[in-house]
């Protein structure tokens, strides 16, 4: 699986900022009772069934905290997973394992969450061509763990941030002045600058979908909080000349529907706004 923001150095710089939120000038907790050198063990019990995700962003938190921790990994990401497993268990220095157990549960219980549900919603158009797409409505500073969750759980990630897509929405296009003069502003802009970004336009109406047919120049068309119907109508006046996306206003209830529609993609902010986390505990063994 091959998603370009997961790279070394943008993992190791979430880690560092997590853990400098958490530990601050220390753990005082562990450091005033926990002996230097004791050593001890843990595993992370499972208490909720679902969609396992964030072993390996733990062993990665784990080990750039404390190079000496050592891990016996049991369940991988992306495993089914139910109440009573035990996805690893880690062993060294006591200090560590308590310094780094709240961030690692952190991880792991939004995560697994969110790769439960995408692998749930995934499930639901599973016989039609659509793919489930992520948006940015993430927790700030934390989108790289629910980009990855969601890609896990067997959903697609869309753009990463404002920086890898184009995307004219509906402010975009107001303030532009119309759909065809923010696209012909966005192709001389990407010219100018030599770049070379998929570009989106969303869509409300039949009409605004024909405003972007017939501009052209354009990777793909959002219809955006569309009736099945509407959307019916859309895809055939696209008739393949563009990607499409369904966006807003889809749930668990309607999804397989929309999807039956034709379309391509179906973003759902929901995937990481509006997920539960799954329950876990690292407990010391």
């Given at each position: 699986?091959?998603?370009?923001?997961?790279?070394?150095?943008?993992?190791?710089?979430?880690?560092?900022?997590?853990?400098?939120?958490?530990?601050?000038?220390?753990?005082?907790?562990?450091?005033?009772?926990?002996?230097?050198?004791?050593?001890?063990?843990?595993?992370?019990?499972?208490?909720?069934?679902?969609?396992?995700?964030?072993?390996?962003?733990?062993?990665?938190?784990?080990?750039?905290?404390?190079?000496?921790?050592?891990?016996?990994?049991?369940?991988?990401?992306?495993?089914?997973?139910?109440?009573?497993?035990?996805?690893?268990?880690?062993?060294?220095?006591?200090?560590s394992i308590l310094t780094t157990e709240r961030l690692v549960l952190n991880c792991m219980q939004?995560?697994?969450?969110?790769?439960?549900?995408?692998?749930?919603?995934?499930?639901?158009?599973?016989?039609?061509?659509?793919r489930l797409l992520d948006t940015r409505k993430t927790t700030p500073n934390f989108r790289i763990?629910?980009?990855?969750?969601?890609?896990?759980?067997?959903?697609?990630?869309?753009?990463?941030g404002l920086y890898d897509m184009i995307m004219l929405k509906d402010n975009h296009i107001d303030?532009?002045?119309?759909?065809?003069?923010?696209?012909?502003?966005?192709?001389?802009?990407?010219?100018?600058?030599?770049?070379?970004?998929?570009?989106?336009?969303?869509?409300?109406?039949?009409?605004?979908?024909?405003?972007?047919?017939?501009?052209?120049?354009?990777?793909?068309?959002?219809?955006?909080?569309?009736?099945?119907?509407?959307?019916?109508?859309?895809?055939?006046?696209?008739?393949?000349?563009?990607?499409?996306?369904?966006?807003?206003?889809?749930?668990?209830?309607?999804?397989?529907?929309?999807?039956?529609?034709?379309?391509?993609?179906?973003?759902?902010?929901?995937?990481?706004?509006?997920?539960?986390?799954?329950?876990?505990?690292?407990?010391?063994?």
């Amino acid at each position: 699986m091959q998603l370009n923001y997961l790279t070394e150095k943008s993992l190791k710089e979430f880690i560092k900022l997590a853990l400098k939120e958490d530990v601050g000038d220390g753990d005082h907790s562990a450091l005033a009772c926990i002996p230097e050198n004791k050593q001890s063990k843990a595993h992370l019990l499972i208490k909720d069934d679902g969609i396992l995700a964030g072993v390996e962003m733990a062993e990665r938190i784990f080990h750039q905290f404390d190079p000496q921790l050592k891990l016996n990994i049991m369940m991988t990401d992306g495993t089914p997973m139910k109440k009573g497993d035990i996805a690893f268990e880690v062993k060294g220095s006591a200090r560590s394992i308590l310094t780094t157990e709240r961030l690692v549960l952190n991880c792991m219980q939004r995560m697994s969450g969110i790769a439960t549900y995408s692998q749930y919603l995934s499930s639901l158009i599973s016989t039609s061509k659509a793919r489930l797409l992520d948006t940015r409505k993430t927790t700030p500073n934390f989108r790289i763990a629910e980009k990855w969750a969601v890609a896990i759980g067997g959903g697609q990630n869309h753009r990463f941030g404002l920086y890898d897509m184009i995307m004219l929405k509906d402010n975009h296009i107001d303030y532009a002045g119309s759909i065809k003069k923010a696209i012909r502003d966005t192709k001389k802009y990407l010219d100018k600058l030599g770049k070379t970004l998929e570009i989106e336009v969303e869509t409300r109406t039949i009409d605004e979908v024909k405003e972007v047919i017939e501009a052209g120049g354009v990777d793909v068309i959002m219809l955006d909080n569309m009736m099945p119907s509407v959307m019916k109508e859309a895809v055939a006046l696209i008739n393949g000349q563009f990607k499409i996306e369904a966006s807003g206003g889809i749930t668990e209830n309607n999804i397989a529907e929309v999807a039956d529609c034709g379309v391509d993609y179906i973003s759902i902010g929901a995937l990481t706004h509006s997920v539960r986390s799954k329950d876990m505990s690292l407990k010391a063994i």
